[in-house]
């Protein structure tokens, strides 16, 4: 292959990733085409794009775009999967179908352009999602808010009660 197609073949590909630093390894090289067929057709409603690439072209492209690429991820056949709405639901989607297909294996990732195992992108996918973890970071910073207007409603609603209980028998009282 010359490098003029290589070059093209490497822009290609920075190109269709764009900024993201969030994407699996995966093999499916001992997936039949029927099989792989389907995962690619099921992963692509799902928005996940899946792109059999060569290593050697990958690990360029990647670093030119802040991916780590050192490691035991890129050795064999790779095909590198991106997509979802963050990468837990990329590791959970993943995952599910590895346990699905047994062929189907995850080498690893890359997570904000840090390079994980294959034990890594399942604890990723055992984890929260963006969205998940957003609400709980809202939660934590409501929590003292609604603890100080519990704290001086209380008191408040306490004496209005009180006042209510003694008024009510004054006003029965009254009518009898």
Known sequence: MSKAV????????RAQLGD??????????????????RLRLEMQK???????VKNSLARVALKKNEIETDGDVFAGPSVLAW???DIVALAREMVSQA??????????????GQLVDSKGVDAISKGPSRLELIGQISGL?????????????GPG????????????????????
């Open 6 to 13: 290589k070059s093209m073949m490497i822009d290609d590909l």
């Open 46 to 52: 799902k928005g996940v794009t899946l792109f059999a």
């Open 20 to 37: 993201r630093r969030d994407l699996l390894v995966l093999d499916t090289s001992k997936m039949d085409a029927f099989s792989d067929n």
């Open 83 to 85: 997509g979802c709405e």
């Open 141 to 153: 910073l409501l929590s003292p808010g609604r603890r100080l207007s519990g704290a001086l409603l």
């Open 99 to 112: 346990k699905k297909i047994e062929k189907l294996e995850i080498k690893g990732g890359s997570v904000d």
């Open 157 to 176: 609603g306490y004496l209005a009660g009180q006042i209510k209980a003694i008024s009510e028998p004054e006003e029965g009282g009254d009518a009898a």
